[in-house]
């Protein structure tokens, strides 16, 4: 639950959910303190190029549809060319930015999601947004297509090592053939020598 938001996630893809409490207990922003003093937590996820793909307004989507599940609201920052930006940029610190740079293993073009919130809002809020980034961004299908991919792989592999194998036999076997042919031919030819003789 705390790492998919829900007991039967769909495990095909990463985007974890981050408990990003430890980072913002002591933070200005009090969206994020106060919600954790409150008892709640402070949870992201990172979407991997969903910088350039999310405008304002999609995300504003986003956070109109959590409201469902009783979330607040929706923080987020985007991180491209080593600089953070967005609605909560201004209230991040130094040592926030690196935090979250190490937390999340950003290298650029990530958008990240904040959610705060009571635990179970938490969870249901960014389970609902995980599977839907993984549709919307692709990840789903590009996970398809690897594992695809390795599979004809492995496939092309096995049939290479089948033909192999059937080539080395096959030439034993005439190695081996050729051998008893020889054998045979020397056999009747003594045969042959033995009845001149006689």
């Known amino acids: 639950m705390n790492k998919y938001g829900s007991d039967k996630p769909d ?8 408990d990003l409490s430890p980072i913002f207990k002591d933070s200005d922003f009090k969206v994020f303190s106060g919600a954790i003093a409150d008892g709640g937590y402070v949870k992201g996820i990172a979407v991997k190029n969903g910088a350039k793909q999310y405008s ?3 995300i504003e989507e986003k956070q109109d549809y959590i409201k469902r599940y009783h979330a607040k609201g929706l923080a987020w920052v985007k991180y491209e060319d080593g600089e953070f930006s967005g609605p ?6 130094d040592e926030n930015k690196e935090a979250l740079k190490k937390e999340f293993d950003l290298e650029g073009g990530e958008l990240v999601v904040f959610v705060a919130d009571k635990w179970k809002v938490v969870t249901d809020s960014l389970d ?3 599977r839907e980034f993984a549709k919307e961004t692709g990840i789903i299908q590009k996970m398809f297509t690897t594992l695809f991919g390795l599979l004809i792989g492995h496939y092309l592999n096995m049939t290479k090592v089948w033909v192999a194998g059937l ?3 096959t030439h034993l076997l005439c190695q081996m053939m050729k051998e008893l042919s020889c ?3 020397i056999h009747i030819r003594l045969m042959l020598v033995h009845t001149i003789l006689l």
């Open 11 to 18: 495990t095909r893809y990463e985007m974890f959910i981050h």
């Open 128 to 130: 609902h947004l995980r």
């Open 167 to 169: 080539l080395l036999t």
């Open 183 to 185: 054998l045979i031919l």
């Open 88 to 93: 909560v940029s201004r209230f991040l610190t």
């Open 56 to 58: 304002r307004k999609k």
